[in-house]
């Protein structure tokens, strides 16, 4: 069982940053990718990156590619997920999940969810 919070969610203007982080216990964080997901009213939960243990395993969604960077900091059972140049357009809940397989990029590969955090951006 691993337990997730995330936080750093909030309201920001149109071309601002954002960092929001995901706090892990439980079992051994080793053990699993830990991903970030986002969805808005009457969307589909959308994938937007995730971090193998090491680090080396990065892949990003479409939406994410070029614009957040994900990191993890395993000391502290922490990943983040630095977001740049924000738009109306990424208003949403942000969650993290965690997978110790599958296909990391599907949510329903994840078992493990946070509760999510708002991420409002207005223009």
């Known amino acids: 069982q691993v337990h997730l919070v995330e936080s750093g969610g909030g309201l920001v203007q149109a071309g601002g940053s954002l960092r929001l982080s995901c706090a892990a216990s439980g079992r051994s964080f080793s053990d699993y990718f830990i991903g970030w997901f986002r969805q808005a009213p009457g969307l589909e939960r959308e994938f937007l990156a995730t971090i193998s243990y090491s680090g080396g395993n990065t892949p990003y969604g479409e939406s994410a590619k070029g614009r957040f960077t994900i990191s993890r900091d395993n000391a502290r059972n922490m990943v983040y997920l630095q977001m740049n140049s924000l738009n109306p357009e990424d208003t949403a809940i942000y969650y993290c999940?965690?997978?110790?397989?599958?296909?990391?990029?599907?949510?329903?590969?994840?078992?493990?969810w946070g509760q999510g955090t708002q991420v409002t951006v207005s223009s």
């Open positions: 999940a965690a997978t110790a397989g599958g296909v990391i990029t599907r949510p329903n590969s994840y078992p493990y």
